[in-house]
């Protein structure tokens, strides 16, 4: 399965400012998810990084207050912008598995906005 | 859109007992159904997955059911021991050969205690 590589690990963050997060994987895939999980509660998708074309957002989420960037196949990033504390969460990126079709998580990163 | 429901949100077990948890969906073109192993501070891991041309599967003490015509499935855990204990979340997605990048829905995950 693929490997993902996601920083930063964890990050306390002043409300008002932004912060991106990286995941790079090794190899080249199709699709990378961004996932948010608040403590205690369930995987939530906040949208599909495509690469070369703009990414496609769940409900909830807009690209105004999380943008992504995904300038080739093995690489996307999410910012969180114009923090807030109710953006403290847990954000995973994710991808497909070809052979299995299970989701590989990258490691996470808590974010704690104070 | 899909919707998994999953149940029960805890359980607690003995060690060695077996520990049952289920999930229903309610989209009939879901047709992959993954499950994942959360261990506190940790990322998710898939632990065994099924597709919807096979009513069972088994790996070692984890086997995964699926009834289709009810739109339900099932992960039992044999066996159990302290290492088990983890948040457990089910997922369905409707996959094809050719893209396997879709969406998954979550289900919303049971904390899973086996007590020494």
């Known amino acids: 399965s693929a490997v993902i590589s996601q920083k930063p690990s964890r990050d306390i963050c002043q409300r008002g400012t932004s912060l991106t997060i990286q995941c790079q994987v090794d190899s080249q895939v199709t699709m990378m998810f961004w996932y948010r999980q608040q403590p205690g509660q369930s995987l939530t998708l906040i949208a599909t990084?495509?690469?070369?074309?703009?990414?496609?957002?769940e409900s909830g989420f807009v690209i105004d207050k999380f943008p992504i960037s995904r300038p080739n196949l093995t690489f996307s990033t999410l910012t969180v912008s114009n923090m807030s504390p109710e953006d403290s969460s847990i954000y995973l990126c994710s991808v497909g598995d070809r052979l299995n079709y299970g989701y590989t998580f990258g490691s996470g990163t808590r974010l704690t906005v104070v | 859109g899909e919707n998994v429901e999953q149940h029960p949100s805890t359980l607690s077990v003995q060690e060695g007992d077996s520990a049952v948890i289920k999930c229903t969906y309610s989209?009939?073109?879901?047709?992959?159904f993954p499950w994942y192993k959360q261990e506190l501070g940790k990322r998710p891991q898939l632990i065994i997955d099924i597709r919807s041309n096979v009513g069972e599967k088994k790996d070692q003490r984890i086997a995964v059911t699926l009834n289709k015509t009810a739109k339900h499935f099932s992960l039992h855990i044999t066996e159990t021991q302290p290492e088990d204990s983890a948040v457990y979340f089910c997922?369905?997605?409707?996959?094809?050969?050719?893209?396997?990048?879709?969406?998954?829905?979550f289900g919303t995950g049971t904390s899973l205690t086996v007590i020494p």
């Open positions: 989209d009939s073109a879901s047709n992959y």
């Open positions: 990084a495509n690469q070369g074309s703009e990414a496609t957002y």
């Open positions: 997922a369905a997605t409707a996959t094809n050969r050719r893209n396997t990048g879709n969406q998954f829905y």
